[in-house]
């Protein structure tokens, strides 16, 4: 089963720009869609983005970030980005990325998702 890190995470003012990476370890990247998730304080957790196993689809499941994050892959590295531009205080979270099991397809549902980062907060405020 891979194990995946996130990292990338801190304190940005509004309109700044970070880039999450997501390190996977135990096992190919190149079988796992990866899913980015974020959780605000005393919300629930909201799947932000997915990115299929090939990196040739990308899906991004909340409306407030489409245009202003990118999910990318570098299976060669092992690695997940969520470049984040233009943020906002409403993007303040701990964001977490996700594996679904070998071979599936990507998904919004946290649920769908078996092996979990420990997450990095991103902080956005002046």
């Known amino acids: 089963q891979v194990q995946l890190v996130e990292s990338g995470g801190g304190l940005v003012q509004p309109g700044g720009s970070l880039r999450l990476s997501c390190a996977a370890s135990?096992?190919?990247?190149?079988?796992?869609?990866i899913g980015w998730f974020r959780q605000a304080s005393g919300k629930e957790r909201e799947g932000v983005s997915c990115?299929?196993?090939?990196?040739?689809?990308?899906?991004y499941y909340a409306d407030s970030v489409k245009g202003r994050f990118t999910n990318s892959r570098d299976n060669a590295k092992k690695t997940v980005y969520l470049q984040m531009n233009s943020l906002k205080p409403e993007d303040t979270a701990i964001y977490y990325c996700?594996?679904?099991?070998?071979?599936?397809?990507?998904?919004?549902?946290?649920?769908?998702?078996?092996?979990w980062g420990q997450g990095t907060q991103v902080t956005v405020s002046s």
């Open positions: 990115i299929s196993k090939g990196g040739v689809s990308t899906y």
């Open positions: 996700a594996a679904r099991p070998p071979y599936s397809i990507c998904s919004g549902s946290s649920s769908d998702f078996n092996s």
């Open positions: 135990g096992s190919t990247l190149n079988y796992y869609a």
